[in-house]
């Protein structure tokens, strides 16, 4: 089993800045892809950010220019999100594409709330 864990959401005003961190553990063999989605209410999951194993990223056009994605190992991904605008407002989730040496797996994190407001 794969376990993502999210934290660094959080009440921001607009204009500034958060950091989101998702760290994987279990069965890993490799990670091939990690990434940051988000769902606002009443609307689909979109993606933010994604960065591959070697270390290409792609980002939602709404977030460039203000978010950036990194990855320190091969295990954790960040979000640094700059700039935010009431929009970003929404349950960012982290996304694992995980070998697992079986069998390759899409995995989530639980959500943290991220919430723009003055």
């Known amino acids: 089993q794969v376990q993502l864990v999210e934290s660094g959401g959080g009440l921001v005003q607009p204009g500034g800045s958060l950091r989101l961190s998702c760290a994987a553990s279990?069965?890993?063999?490799?990670?091939?892809?990690m990434g940051w989605y988000r769902q606002a209410p009443g609307k689909q999951r979109d993606l933010v950010a994604q960065?591959?194993?070697?270390?290409?990223t792609n980002f939602a056009d709404s977030v460039k220019g203000r978010f950036t994605i990194s990855r320190d190992n091969a295990k954790s991904v960040y979000l640094q999100m700059n700039s935010l605008k009431p929009e970003d407002t929404a349950v960012y989730y982290c996304?694992?594409?995980?070998?697992?040496?079986?069998?390759?797996?899409?995995?989530w994190g639980q959500g943290t709330q991220v919430t723009v407001s003055s």
């Open positions: 960065i591959t194993s070697s270390g290409s």
């Open positions: 996304n694992a594409q995980v070998h697992t040496g079986v069998a390759v797996r899409a995995y």
């Open positions: 279990g069965s890993i063999f490799s990670i091939l892809t």
